[in-house]
T-cell receptor, first 114, second 116 residues
Framework: DGGITQSPKYLFRKEGQNVTLSCEQN?????MYWYRQDPGQGLRLIYY???????QKGDIAEGYSVSREKKESFPLTVTSAQKNPTAFYLC?????????????FGPGTRLTVL | AQKITQTQPGMFVQEKEAVTLDCTYD???????LFWYKQPSSGEMIFLIY??????QNATEGRYSLNFQKARKSANLVISASQLGDSAMYFC?????????????FGDGTTLTVKP
């Protein structure tokens, strides 16, 4: 079955550590996205990539980094510079960037800083 | 810039009744898409329905319909015959075709509770 996988499902990090969240899709989608969701709130865009080897900052990119070396993979690194990283992280993809393409979402990673 | 406003943090509905979740938007893009997603407590985001800015008809998908009023910049979700499984958080989102190509904006969501 085609879809998006995210790992791990739960992640615990000590303060000062960098951690990398995995996102893989087998939908052959060009565009991929990372969102952050805080409890009871909506999704905020961290980074997005419309094509391999290219990505753009979203609304809250500070303290995060990404890479897009392969079409199917878009890992997100939460660096120690991110002051409040505890949140739910969702990865998504779309077939293209035209407005009618719905986003497909992964199951999410819940990150907790200890 | 794009903006989505969902003014109802929480809504209650009796099972089998219909409910309307409000969404207003703002964008400078002449062409855009509007989406509704459902997020159960498990956290997954489930796509429900899409409305294009140039679509003449309101979108419908089973028990979901979108009441699109372009002049008022509103895209309300109507759920008919509510079921207990409809209890979840609902998000309205939009994507612009020109200046915001590929970038989606989400509202803060509405938590719907269906009462038996």
């Amino acid at each position: 079955d085609g879809g998006i996988t995210q790992s791990p499902k739960y992640l615990f990090r000590k303060e000062g550590q960098n951690v990398t969240l995995s996102c893989e899709q087998n939908l052959n989608h060009d565009a991929m996205y990372w969102y952050r969701q805080d409890p009871g709130q909506g999704l905020r865009l961290i980074y997005y990539s419309q094509i391999v080897n290219d990505f753009q900052k979203g609304d809250i990119a500070e303290g995060y980094s990404v890479s897009r070396e392969k079409k199917e993979s878009f890992p997100l690194t939460v660096t120690s510079a991110q002051k409040n990283p505890t949140a739910f992280y969702l990865c998504a993809s779309t077939a293209g960037t035209t407005s009618q393409n719905e986003q497909f979402f992964g199951p999410g990673t819940r990150l907790t800083v200890l | 810039a794009q903006k989505i406003t969902q003014t109802q943090p929480g809504m209650f509905v009796q099972e089998k009744e219909a409910v309307t979740l409000d969404c207003t938007y703002d964008t400078s893009d002449p062409s855009y898409g509007l989406f509704w997603y459902k997020q159960p407590s498990s956290g997954e985001m489930i796509f429900l329905i899409y409305q294009g800015s140039y679509d003449q008809q309101n979108a419908t998908e089973g028990r979901y319909s979108l009441n699109f009023q372009k002049a008022r910049k509103s895209a309300n979700l109507v759920i008919s015959a509510s079921q207990l499984g409809d209890s979840a958080m609902y998000f309205c989102a939009m994507r612009g075709f020109n200046t915001n190509a590929g970038k989606s904006t989400f509202g803060d969501g509405t938590t719907l509770t269906v009462k038996p």
